[in-house]
């Protein structure tokens, strides 16, 4: 399948593009800097700003899915996600794609701990306020952005992200993190998120994976 994968340079993004060419897509990795992406053999690259929507739709065409892991490098950014994902859904219509595959995050949204445990409620809820409030408040954008859309779309919501091995298995849940869910690696969410391309089972649906 011909995928684009936005923010192939950060840690999912990687593990997207890796088990993608695994899985023998043809993958493109959109990245702000073509050289993030050196060494990498059987891609093509696509380089410019997330936020640019000419730059975005030239990724784009001719894609069948499109998969973004894009994350800003600051904590007190609340305009990337929502202004490159209103980019990448204006792209998808003018070219006709309509499998979207996008990584959030657990916790954005109150409610969606309560399976786990008390302590866990409460770092989470702490976390939504304090730290992650921007990072949190992008997410909550971004996503009411993708669901007043009619893609074929999926929200990958995991918690706790690990740069550790996979395991190759983990918990799945369409309302909340499962109790005890609070970290999973990033290569175990992209590997569930590359199986999504060939499901139906979760389109235009948030699941929760965690370990």
């Known amino acids: 399948m011909r995928i684009v994968v936005f923010g192939a340079s950060g840690g999912t993004g990687r593990e997207l593009v890796r088990q993608g060419l695994v899985q023998g897509h043809e993958v493109t990795a959109f990245v702000r800097n073509r050289e993030s992406m050196a060494g990498v053999q059987g891609i093509r690259v696509a380089a410019g700003d997330a936020r640019d929507p ?104 995991p918690p706790f992200l690990l740069n550790a091995p996979a395991r190759g298995k983990y918990r799945v849940d369409g309302d909340s993190l499962p109790p005890r869910g609070m970290r999973i690696a990033r290569a175990d969410v992209a590997a569930f998120m590359l199986d999504q391309l060939d499901s139906a089972e979760w389109v235009r649906k948030s699941p929760f994976v965690t370990w």
Do not use: C
Not at 68 to 85: K, M, Q, Y
Not at 126 to 150: C, G, V
């Open 54 to 157: 000419e730059a975005v739709a030239t990724a784009v065409q001719g894609q069948e899915a499109v998969l973004s892991a894009l994350g800003s490098h600051s904590l007190r950014d609340s305009t990337l996600l929502p202004e490159a994902t209103a980019g990448i859904l204006a792209a998808m219509q003018r070219h006709g794609a309509r499998r979207l595959i996008v990584l959030g995050a657990a916790g954005a949204w109150p409610g969606t701990t309560s399976k786990v445990s008390g302590m866990g409620k409460v770092i989470v809820g702490l976390l939504r306020l304090t730290l992650l409030r921007h990072a949190f408040a992008a997410q909550r954008a971004m996503q009411a952005l993708i669901y007043a859309s009619d893609n074929d779309w999926t929200i990958v919501q």
